[in-house]
Each structure stands twice: as C-alpha cells, then as structure tokens.
C-alpha cells in the first residue's frame, strides 16, 4: 500500500454500521413503561407490607412478657429482610414461637398468615430492658460489708445481664461482699456472701409436716447454712441423720424421704412421730 492509499484509509470514513431502530424503539418506549408501571402497582397490591409483619412480631413478644412494668421495655424487629416478598394477608396476622423458646435480648419470633396463601417467616426481636439498678460508688474490697454510702442508683440495660442485678437497697445493706468490685459496677447478687442464719453444732427445731400435721422435735445442725440452703441434720432423739431447709435461726425444716424405707416398724417414740418417717435407728 503506497503512502496516498495508506492516508486515505486512515482519514475515510467509516462504513454505515448496523443502526438502532430509533423509531421502532420510540414506538415501543410508551408500552414498555405501561408495562413496568403496571408491574409495581401489582407489588404494592400483592405483597405485604414488611413493616406489618416486624410489628406482629414486636407485638406477640411484647404480649408476653413476664414483668412488663419491670423497668422501659423496648422491642424492635431486627434483621428481617424488608425485600422479602410474601404474599398479602387477607386475614389478621398471628405470632408464635417454637417449643422450648425462651425470652430474652435477642428472640426469634414466629410470624404466619393462617389466610388463603399461608405462608410463615421468623423474625429476630431485640429486647432492651431499662431500670433502676444499684451500682458500687467506690471501688469495694474483697469482704467489704456494703453501707449506704457504697451504693449509687443508675439506670442501666439490663436485657443481657443473665447473672442478674439487684434493685432494692434493702438487699444490699449489711452484707458482706466475697469479691472485690470496681467503682460503677452493677452489683450481682452472686457478689454477696450469704448471711450464715445457722451454725454447726447448734441446737436447732426440726419440723415435718405429714398429711397436714406439723410434728416438731429438737436436732442438731451438721453444718452451716443460710437461709433455705440445704444442710445436714441429726435428730437428738433418734441420732438419724436427715436433710432440711433453713427456714430462720432456729427452725429447719426436714425434707421427707421419697418412699417409706425410712420408717421404723418399732420405734421409740410416740406414733405420731413415727408418722414423720424419720428412722429412730442408725444405719
């Protein structure tokens, strides 16, 4: 190819490619926004509207709360996908949960259309619980016996707190701490050191109670034990060695035997107290 032909070529211009029907897509334009136009106004119609189904949700769960008035309760549907498309409801929405669901900050909540296109979704229900709780004003040592002025009252979230909190100052004046807490920390009640009511070696009242009858008798305690804690007892009369529930200072109330292979056929006190199944022999 010469130098003229080679300019030529480059400078031509270049051939009529294929061409976009401009006119036959301006005929089809109109039509084609009747279609999508059409096609929107049937989703509104057709679909329920995903805010209805995260408020039957918030509100079967709020419906069954234990403590409603325990603290601001506030709930919100969270992690529903708004894009989901089901089909509208022509009948009231219900709510339910699955077997063994408990309450809690995160609950997943059923939500159904029990109408002619049935359909169901879950939902996940965060949980926020705001209310009064006592937290320390100092930070406390180790065996600290808690005073007014330890304490301060502060509203806190308390939804996910599972080793719980206490609210009532009552609970929490005179007692002993068995862990150090920080200033600001909301008081457990696992950081209190239980209040010993009963001590070992000391003569206590054991009480059973047998078809409506109460039959008391004098033991001694085999261990500490505060205030329905479990312990080991021995009645004086008998020398048998039972378990009770401290119920005060001096009362312990025995548990009874879940058969009667404690009973004794001669025992060596009146017969309403062998009515209490409490052996009069030792093992």
């Known amino acids: 190819m010469n130098r003229e032909r080679f300019v030529s070529y480059l400078t031509a211009a270049p051939r009529d490619r294929h061409k976009p029907d401009t006119a036959g897509l301006a005929r089809r334009v109109p039509r084609l926004a009747v279609l ?16 209805a189904i995260s ?7 709020r419906e069954r709360l234990s403590a409603p008035d325990a603290g601001d309760t506030r709930l919100s549907a969270q992690g ?31 939500v159904r259309c029990p109408g002619s ?29 808690l005073a007014e002025g330890d304490l ?13 909190y206490v ?36 003569s206590v009242t054991l009480a059973v109670e ?5 039959v008391r008798m004098s033991g001694k305690a085999l261990a500490d034990g505060a205030l329905n804690q479990r312990i080991r007892v021995e009645n004086h009369n ?10 005060s200072r001096e009362l312990v109330e025995v548990l009874m035997p879940a058969t009667g292979e404690f009973r004794n056929p001669d025992p060596k006190v009146s017969a309403p107290m062998a009515d209490t199944g409490i052996s009069n022999s030792k093992h």
């Open 55 to 61: 408020a039957a949700a918030e509100q079967y769960l």
């Open 238 to 247: 008998s020398g048998r060695v039972v378990e009770g529930i401290v119920r």
């Open 210 to 214: 047998v078809s409506g009858i109460q």
């Open 36 to 51: 999508l136009l059409a096609a929107g106004m049937a989703t509104a119609a057709d679909w329920h509207d995903p805010a």
């Open 152 to 164: 301060v009252a502060e509203t806190r979230d308390v939804s996910g707190r599972a080793t719980g």
């Open 167 to 202: 609210n009532s100052r009552n609970d929490l004046v005179g007692q002993r701490l068995k862990t150090s807490v920080l200033a600001g920390r909301v008081l457990e009640p696992h950081f209190l050191q239980a209040e010993i009511a009963v001590r070992r070696g000391q």
């Open 117 to 145: 296109r049935p359909w169901k979704v879950y939902v996940p229900v965060e949980m926020t619980v705001s209310t009064s709780v006592w937290v320390a004003s100092r930070p406390l040592p180790r065996g600290h016996v």
């Open 80 to 110: 529903f996908d708004q894009r989901l498309r089901l089909a509208a409801c022509d009948r009231p929405l219900e709510g339910f949960m699955r077997p063994g669901t408990r309450i809690g900050a995160r609950t997943i909540v059923g």
